[in-house]
């Protein structure tokens, strides 16, 4: 590839510039330290830091939870150097979130917490920085309470992921240790973008000849993540991969084609700040002032309207593995929940969003998530930040089922299931991993899997600890996604003692025999209720249903049955009791003839009433079932 006509004006420009991301395994400190480097670098945060205390983690749900979901950029000096932050969220479901952030990144500094050493994430995030050709900075943290650990952590590093001792960086999120010397190494070890790599990595290796256009200076810059301003429309966060951009330039959207002049550009800090230009390598947002959210997508590239023949490469999106239909508690709210979930799915590029119709269930959404956490988050964002309540289905995974007539179909909800006599064979997805554990809770570890249909199917010695006396292994293993997740998170931190650690990547499918499960209120199917799940755990999870909605429906003047049924097969029941009503209670003392006409009139109205109960399933109580079927483990 020619690069020509780059200015030595731009050259400097570059040279002054690191993007990085922070990478580790959950809760190695990514978000202390983040905030650490703001409030070291912008010391006019800091009193704000005082009233809210995480300021990278910008989702009320985020800062509850003590949990990253949504990664930030931050822009900030170090030195004279503009430096780009790109935080990434630790928990598995969001892994796809952080390849996003690799990508716009040319560093990445690697968190191991010093008390904790080598997790499964540590690993297979490293591996995903490295396939991105990213430099890494090592990095243990927590030395403020792992003093004693350090040299064997060093040793780890070396032995376990080729680290040399003098590369690593000792440093503590939360005493500030350290933190310039690692903006320091970013600095010194981090590339600045360069022209040639940062296209190839956005645009292949086949770079079309606009390129060569480019490096002039005509503008382009691939989007990374968006938000939705109700006043500057569709806010597009992105990185510059080449020239420059002023409020009011035309611009054009290369995916979509739609044109359009910025109402303001600026960068985060981590608010965002309007800036006069934002150049080459830089990362920022743009504002498009366009309102329809479906015409900026994520993985776009947004460029000079000359440059409309540039092909983008972009981002994959991702695969979602869990499925469950949305609908609106009121009907009249559809129209409400199709833009809300759309606005959704422009803040959260890894929502897949389709209509659905179901004959029982009405007008919906079917909407694939990456995980349960990310549903469960998902419906309580409609909750707060649109006032939505909403009917969710069970969660699925996406079987194959084949037919006796030889077609496949994907059924990712138990209503689509076909009749058993139409099928031949049903498939799962089943997800290969690696857990990381002490060999003191490996035969657990082996029974959990066991138990949860899965199998081990390679064990060696990863690197010996001398401080805590163990060994800690790596487990290769197959679970069926289906277990991983119900509750197999928290299933391996109990087991292990919060010791064992878990990251899967690939997935297939293989053969699984299942059953659809119904569960009945009053008599009466709830469609949304109904699950699919292996014939030997089928009673135990539909009594867990049941407990949940004994102890949250509403009470009425007859009993109201419970019950879950494999076709006309009661497999389990419980009953949500009457509430009793003194209808004597006005009386005193007085004829017991009147008492007992008192009481058989309840009683006929109590036999009306239960042929016209119709049990309400709140919201909320939808919320709790899905809590519990996915128990998140972290
Ligand atoms: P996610 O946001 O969920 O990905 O977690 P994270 O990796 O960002 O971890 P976070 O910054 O939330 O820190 C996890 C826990 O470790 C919190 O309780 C922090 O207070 C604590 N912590 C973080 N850094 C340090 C440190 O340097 N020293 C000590 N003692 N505790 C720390």
New binding site residues.
């Given amino acids: 590839m020619k690069s020509v006509g780059m200015s030595n004006k731009r050259r400097a420009c570059l040279s002054k510039i690191r993007n990085f991301s922070i990478i ?11 905030d650490r480097i703001i409030e070291l670098t912008s010391p006019a945060k800091s009193k704000q830091l005082h009233e809210k205390e995480r300021i990278t ?1 910008v989702l009320a749900i ?1 800062q509850e939870r ?3 979901i949504k990664l930030q950029p931050v822009s900030f000096y170090w030195k004279g150097y503009l430096l780009n932050l790109i935080d990434t ?3 598995v479901d969001f892994a796809y979130e952080v390849s996003r952030s690799l990508k716009a990144s040319e560093g990445a500094i690697l ?1 191991v ?1 010093v008390t904790e050493g080598i997790q499964a994430q540590t690993i297979s995030t490293l591996l995903a920085a490295l396939e991105q050709d990213l430099v890494i900075i090592p990095v243990l ?5 792992g003093k004693h650990l350090v040299d064997e952590r060093l040793d780890q590093l070396e032995k376990v992921l080729g680290f040399k001792k003098e590369e690593v960086i000792l ?5 500030g240790l350290g933190v310039d010397k690692i903006l320091d190494a970013v600095v010194e070890r981090v590339p600045s973008p360069s022209g040639e790599k940062v296209a190839k990595k956005f645009f292949g290796e086949n770079i079309s000849r606009d390129f060569e256009i480019r490096e002039d200076g005509s503008f382009s810059a691939l989007i990374f993540d968006s938000f939705y301003d109700q006043y500057k429309g569709v806010v597009a966060v992105v990185r510059v991969v080449s020239g420059s951009v002023k409020t009011g330039k035309r611009l054009r959207l290369l995916n979509t084609q739609v044109e359009f002049s910025p109402t303001e550009i600026g960068v985060f800090k981590p608010e965002p700040i309007a800036v006069d230009t934002l150049t080459a390598g830089m990362v920022g947002y743009i504002a498009t002032g366009i309102k329809q959210v479906k015409q900026v997508t994520i993985g776009d590239t947004v460029a000079d309207v000359d440059l409309s023949s540039l092909k983008i490469v972009g981002y994959q999106r991702p695969n979602p593995k869990v499925f469950a239909s949305i609908y609106p508690e009121n009907k009249d709210d559809f129209l409400e929940l199709k833009e809300s979930l759309e606005k959704l799915a422009l803040n959260d590029a890894s929502l897949s969003i389709s209509q659905d119709y179901s004959p029982l269930l009405g007008q919906g959404f079917k909407v694939g998530f990456l995980g349960m956490l990310h549903l469960e988050i998902t419906k309580e964002r409609l909750k707060r930040e649109y006032g939505l309540d909403t009917v969710v289905t069970m969660p699925s995974v996406k079987y194959k089922v084949k037919l006796k007539n030889g077609q496949i179909v994907d059924v990712t909800g138990a209503y689509q299931m076909p009749e058993p006599f139409n099928i031949a064979e049903v498939l799962e997805p089943v997800v290969r991993g690696e857990i990381i554990v002490p060999d003191t809770y490996m035969s657990a570890v082996y029974q959990l899997v066991k138990d949860s249909r899965g199998e081990v199917y390679e064990a060696n010695t990863l690197y010996f600890s001398s401080v805590k006396n163990m060994n800690y292994l790596t487990l290769k293993v197959r679970v069926p996604y289906a277990e991983l997740i119900r509750g197999f998170f928290g299933n391996l931190k109990a087991v292990s003692h919060g010791y064992a650690s878990f990251a899967y990547s690939s997935e297939e499918y293989r053969p699984v025999g299942v059953v659809k499960v119904d569960i009945l209120v009053n008599k009466e199917v709830i469609p949304s209720l109904s699950f699919i799940e292996v014939p030997q755990n089928a009673r135990k999870r539909a009594l867990g249903i049941l407990k949940i909605l004994k102890q949250n429906l509403e009470r009425e003047i007859v009993p109201i049955p419970l019950q879950a049924a494999i076709g006309a097969k009661i497999i389990a029941r419980e009953t949500v009791p009457a509430y009793r009503k003194n209808v004597t209670a006005k009386l005193y003392g007085g004829d017991i003839t009147r008492k007992m006409k008192l009481w058989n009139n309840q009683k006929k109205k109590k036999k009306l009433r239960a042929a016209n109960v119709k049990v309400r399933i709140p919201s909320k109580v939808y919320l709790k079932i899905i809590r519990q079927e996915g128990e998140v483990g972290r």
């Fill in positions: 580790a395994h959950i809760d190695h400190g990514k978000s202390t330290l983040a983690d985020e003590g949990i990253t969220p630790g928990h968190l917490d943290n927590k030395v403020d309470i440093a503590s999120g939360k005493t």
